[in-house]
């Protein structure tokens, strides 16, 4: 009788996730299936902002987010949810182009200020090569202070009419 018996991976094909501030990092594409996550998490983002900009609930007590429904429809923007221990931390809104762009970048207030929006960041920029851009707003310095950080390359920072913008080139990795 034929033993259908799995291989068994060697130590060096197995990829772990990124251990960082204390949590195992994960970056999931985000399924039609996530899009009430990432809704929910994304009310938790806007209501950080209406500290900084004031925005305002709706009728129904929601902020919205008119872009959403494009993340699954629009094949250039991918949504990006942040996994830290297997629980939902976060998310990262990209537009791959030339360049491309993070439209949002969130990690829950708990797991912050431990490493893991940049480690996220880094992932995330790996896994888009080429050119890129980050903007923030004027009224969010925390945002500017953290992209300069967590930005791999050597970046160019313009002003812009709302904020700051960095520009700079992510590169392919190098293949063996
Ligand atoms: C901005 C944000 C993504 C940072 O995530 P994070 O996981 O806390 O970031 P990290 O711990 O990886 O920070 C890396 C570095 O960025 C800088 N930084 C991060 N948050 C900062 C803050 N609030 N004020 C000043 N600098 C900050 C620090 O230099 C930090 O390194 P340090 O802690 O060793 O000093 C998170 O605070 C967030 O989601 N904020 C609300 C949404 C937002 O502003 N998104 C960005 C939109 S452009």
Not at 136 to 161: G, L
């Amino acid at each position: 009788m034929a033993l259908n018996v799995a291989p068994v991976p060697s130590p060096t094909a197995v990829s772990r996730p990124p251990y960082v501030g204390g949590v195992n990092i994960e970056i999931v594409d985000a399924a039609l299936g996530d899009k009430p996550v990432l809704r929910r998490l994304m009310e938790l983002y806007m209501y950080d902002f209406s500290e900084l900009d004031g925005r305002e609930l709706d009728q129904h007590g929601l902020f919205g987010y008119r872009y959403l429904d494009h993340y699954w429809t629009a094949p250039e923007r991918h949504p990006l949810l942040i996994r830290c221990e297997d629980r939902w931390a976060g998310f990262a809104l990209v537009r791959a182009g030339n360049p491309s762009s993070m439209a949002e970048f969130f990690v829950l207030r708990k797991y912050r200020r431990r490493g893991i929006g940049r480690e996220v960041a880094q992932m995330v920029f790996r896994r888009f090569p080429g050119r890129w851009e980050v903007e923030e707003v004027r009224e969010n310095p925390a945002a500017r202070r953290f992209w300069q950080r967590s930005i791999p390359a050597t970046f160019e920072e313009v002003e812009t009419a709302e904020g700051w913008k960095q520009k700079f080139v992510v590169e392919s990795p190098e293949r063996c």
